[in-house]
């Protein structure tokens, strides 16, 4: 097998085919969605929640995500990797953005990277690309800008959808590969799918995007407490893991745990 590549993406559209992509950002959950199915792995600034203990996505830095790029890049063979651009990473406009996209790429061995952001970002988008990094937008409700946006808010709905439309359509002109929709009305992101030619990835976006995207922890229950609405659970990590937990604590204390075949 060989990696996937952008222009299979792209022809997946042509050809009306779905895709969909997992966030990963360790060694074991990357094999496993790499040969269970899925072609895109994002190695989301959402670290900064489901991985590092932050509350918002702001606080996390590209050091503390790199390691996290390489881990997953090591650990497929077949799905393209895209790294997040934190935030602070490439808002000072197109000379910083190249700036960390190049670090992501050299030092992270990813294959892609993506930014939050539509018309506002565009000329860093024009940058990337430029210079031969494939770039993944992000338009809708951008978690980066959550204090702005007064929390995590459904975007576009009513007479503001023109404005979900007018970013994603700067970032497929200034030459994204595709493009996330995140938490925005289904019949927009529709719209934005049949007028884009880039594949679109929705997340909170209903069904008629070209490909989905979750947050693993949230795709497998491991996230405790209450998942947004678009979440569903595939598996109840969460339980599993706390069961296996509590029988092991209970057969360390009785005595149960090391028998004689785990003992030298
Ligand atoms: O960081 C992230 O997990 C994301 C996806 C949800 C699109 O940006
Ligand atoms: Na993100």
């Known amino acids: 097998t060989r990696r996937v590549r952008t222009r299979d993406l792209a022809a997946a559209k042509a050809r009306g085919d779905r895709w969909p992509m ?28 489901n991985v590092y203990g932050y509350e918002t996505t702001l606080p996390v830095t590209v050091d503390e995500l790199l390691p996290l790029v390489r881990a997953v890049v090591r650990a497929t063979t077949t ?15 197109p000379t910083q953005a190249l700036r960390t996209a190049v670090r992501f790429m050299k030092e992270g061995g990813a294959h892609a990277v993506k930014l939050e952001g539509g018309r506002r970002v565009a000329a860093q988008i024009e940058a990337l690309t ?3 990094i494939p770039v993944m937008g992000h338009v809708g409700f951008t ?32 030459g994204a590969f595709a493009v ?35 947050v693993w922890q949230d795709m497998v ?10 979440v569903k659970k595939y598996a109840d ?12 604590a209970a057969e360390v204390r009785g005595g149960e745990f090391p028998a004689a075949e785990h003992t030298f």
């Open 237 to 248: 990590m969460s339980g599993i893991l706390a069961e296996a937990t509590r029988q092991y």
């Open 221 to 230: 229950g491991l996230r405790t407490g209450k998942a947004p609405r678009f």
């Open 22 to 49: 997992l966030t990963s950002y360790d060694q074991y959950t990357a094999a496993i969605f790499d040969q269970n199915g899925v072609p895109v792995l994002l190695v989301g600034d959402s670290a900064a929640n």
């Open 79 to 93: 799905a393209l990797i895209v790294a997040d651009l934190p935030f602070g990473s490439y808002e000072e406009g």
């Open 180 to 214: 996330v929709l995140e938490m925005v009305p289904g019949e927009v992101a529709k719209t934005i799918t049949k007028e884009l030619d880039i594949p679109t990835v929705g997340i909170g976006a209903g069904p008629d995007t070209d490909a989905q995207v979750l």
């Open 130 to 132: 430029g210079a031969g």
């Open 143 to 174: 978690p980066q800008s959550e204090h702005t946006l007064g929390g995590y808010r459904v975007q576009g709905r009513d007479e503001s959808a023109a404005q979900v439309v007018a970013d994603a359509r700067a970032v497929a002109d200034a």
